[in-house]
T-cell receptor
């Protein structure tokens, strides 16, 4: 079974441009998470969805960031306009949440974003 | 949001040595997880500890959850170059579990030299 798929794997863009990151979770999983990793701040949760519904977006840094999950097999994270400080590795993870305890999250390989 | 602090931040040792890395918080966690991340890849779950005082073993890796559920440790016996990586501890963002985002420590960068 394929794991979490993210695209693109690398993105280099110029400040002010729109960036869209894509994620396909593991089939059958009902929760999807977007994280950002930097050397300074480590791995931070941005937003997560349960059954395609956003549950908590308090980690989204600014209004420039938005995320959608139109169906159970696809999610996007959009940055518009992008800024150099957005440069980081963005991870998508999915999980089958059965309730009551911490379930395993399966991470994709990440998208390395560089904003010049 | 509950915070997790990991130590040491960096550790470089020789093959065959033993080591312990730590994950501490001032908050109580319902459970904690340990992940290992290799360069260019996402974190991979190693273990979940749920009960205070719990000890779990995974080959040469021993994980312990503190009695008060505020801390955890990872002990590696006879480290091998394949153990090299970033070790992250994580807990549920809020006091609950289930459909909860994770809060991560900043990790311990471990290098095992042949």
């Amino acid at each position: 079974d394929a794991g979490v798929i993210q695209s693109p794997r690398h993105e280099v863009t110029e400040m002010g441009q729109e960036v869209t990151l894509r994620c396909k979770p593991i089939s059958g999983h009902n929760s999807l998470f977007w994280y950002r990793q930097t050397m300074m701040r480590g791995l931070e949760l941005l937003i997560y969805f349960n059954n395609n519904v956003p549950i908590d977006d308090s980690g989204m840094p600014e209004d420039r960031f938005s995320a959608k999950m139109p169906n159970a097999s696809f999610s996007t994270l959009k940055i518009q306009p992008s800024e150099p400080r957005d440069s980081a590795v963005y991870f998508c993870a999915s999980s089958l949440v059965r309730g009551g305890y911490l379930d395993t999250q399966y991470f994709g390989p990440g998208t390395r974003l560089t904003v010049l | 949001t509950q915070l997790l602090e990991q130590s040491p931040q960096f550790l470089s040792i020789q093959e065959g040595e033993n080591l312990t890395v730590y994950c501490n918080s001032s908050s109580v966690f319902s459970s904690l997880q340990w992940y290992r991340q290799e360069p260019g890849e996402g974190p991979v779950l190693l273990v979940t500890v749920v009960t205070g005082g719990e000890v779990k073993k995974l080959k040469r890796l021993t994980f312990q959850f503190g009695d008060a559920r505020k801390d955890s440790s990872l002990h590696i016996t006879a480290a091998q170059p394949g153990d090299t990586g970033l070790y992250l501890c994580a807990g549920p963002m809020y006091s609950g579990g289930g459909a909860d985002g994770l809060t991560f420590g900043k990790g311990t960068h471990l290098i095992i030299q042949p």
